[in-house]
């Protein structure tokens, strides 16, 4: 009976990379502890947010035990399920705040921009995958379009932040299959000369959250209000913080969205610069730790796929760390595994299966 039990055990966690867990895991506690101080005399969600963390811990073990191979053949269909509910939310979506992101299922809503944070990556990288043996020019110019279309429909919506983090992760799909410096190059100057008419382009909430950057204390009570109440609280904490449970701006609710996008000036005003450094350090482990599964990929698929999904992670903390310290402008990006909320830490916990399932089945892959 114990030889069974053992041999069942070693099956369940065959596929679980025990570092990338680890650093999850530790990543977790610290966003479960933060949220319950930060919500804990109002409305608490620490009981929701522990259910958010099992379903993801969950996802992330079933998407483990899939071999790439099988990975790959959720890519087309995703894809296109994901544009086709983003087609639908541009016609028959909820419209809250001004934005029209959500469709309606009778039961619960649904955010279709989230699938599209998993698909795009999966669907370019399967793509490359196909095309592996001769790649061309053309091969990148028809991922671009497949990486644009999505990203102008989240856009659209308008859902800035979640565009940023699609086309993020498509843009690194398309540069690990080797776009060529030159073109980046390139594309980088038409941007930089497309600014100008880029900024027509965005809504009147988004061009004032850009000036506010530049001198939030020109509407303190507005558009400026969570940069300058974020970085008090940042500065307060000091080098060891005022401790858990016991941060001012916090309790007295100065700090708006304190229990998910602005989640660090929460953990920084309680564990102050110590506990950020050790934060810090904990991301770095998780993208350095991905980055090497990366490279000892034995496919293109697993190695564009990997590097995509580990750099998506250091987009999400470098947008969030910058907005909430006020060197980047407000958009709506969570902390990975710290913020408050069930779509994005699943996704987040999705992406972290996928590294595990590159890594533990490459093996599998060369024979």
Known sequence: MQEFLARSWRGLIAHIDKPLLLITLMLMAAGLATVYSATYDANSHLAPQMVNMAIGLCAMWAVAQLPPQKLMRF????????????????????KV????????????????????????????????HKHEALLKFRHYVIASLLLLLPFALIAKQPDLGTAILVGAAGFYVIFFAGLHWRVIGGLLAVAAA??????????????????????????????GYHIIQSTIAIGSGGNYGKGWLAGTQTHLEFIPERHTDFILAVFAEERGLLGNGILLLLYLLLIGRGLIIAGNASTLFGRVLAGSVTL????????????????????????????????ALVTLSVGIGMLMSINTH?????T
Do not use: C
């Open 75 to 94: 890519g087309v269909p995703l894809y296109l399920v994901g544009v086709l509910l983003l087609i639908l939310v541009f016609f028959f979506g909820i």
């Open 362 to 366: 490459r093996m599998l892959v060369r």
């Open 97 to 128: 705040n001004g934005a029209r992101r959500w469709l309606s299922l009778g039961f619960t809503r649904i955010q279709p921009s989230e699938l599209l944070k998993i698909a795009v990556p999966l669907m370019l990288a399967w793509y490359f």
């Open 312 to 343: 998506s992670f250091f987009t999400y903390v470098f947008v969030n760390m910058g907005m909430v310290s006020g060197i980047l402008p407000v958009v709506g990006v969570p902390l990975p595994f710290m913020s408050y909320g069930g779509t």
């Open 194 to 223: 497309a600014a100008p008419f880029a900024w027509t382009m965005l809504h009147d909430y988004q061009r004032k959250r850009i000036l506010t950057l530049i001198d939030p204390t020109t509407d303190p009570l507005g558009s």
